[in-house]
């Protein structure tokens, strides 16, 4: 899931640790996160855009 979300993690080094530390969630949530259990939040969603991706789109980036 996710699939342009963790293609853009890759080219630009961020990690799921990353991710999890810009939220304030554990681990084990963002991992299940990406397995869409639950999906992201909108607001997760735009917190991880505006801190990582702010020249790419909500759309592109979580294009299920």
């Known amino acids: 899931m996710y699939k342009n979300l963790l293609a853009e993690m890759s080219r630009s080094g ?3 640790e990353d991710i999890a530390k810009c939220l ?5 949530t963002i991992w299940a996160r990406f397995r869409g259990e ?3 939040t909108v607001v997760e ?3 991880i855009k505006n801190e ?5 789109t909500l759309d ?5």
């Open 45 to 47: 969603a735009v917190k």
């Open 14 to 16: 961020v990690s799921k």
């Open 24 to 28: 304030g969630l554990a681990g084990s």
């Open 60 to 64: 592109y980036l979580f294009d299920t």
């Open 38 to 40: 639950p999906a992201f």
């Open 52 to 56: 990582f991706f702010p020249n790419l």
